[in-house]
């Protein structure tokens, strides 16, 4: 099952910052374990490769897309 981000949204504050991602859901999918996956994936990719402390990923489902 794949998702795709729609929108990206961030607020710093001092040496941390906050992300909002916004994300349509493939129907079928494992909304908990995709939201977990991409909180701990963004979390590592923006730490690792800023410097940037994240405090806190959250996760907006917009949307379910459902395939014929």
Do not use: P
């Amino acid at each position: 099952s794949s998702s795709a981000a729609s929108d990206v949204y961030k607020r710093q504050d001092t040496n941390k910052v906050s992300i909002d991602l916004h994300i349509i859901v493939e129907y079928g999918t494992n909304i908990s374990a995709i939201a977990d996956n991409i909180i701990s994936a963004v979390k590592y990719s923006v730490e690792e490769f800023t410097g940037v402390e994240v405090e806190d990923v959250n996760i907006f489902v917009d949307g379910v897309r459902v395939d014929n």
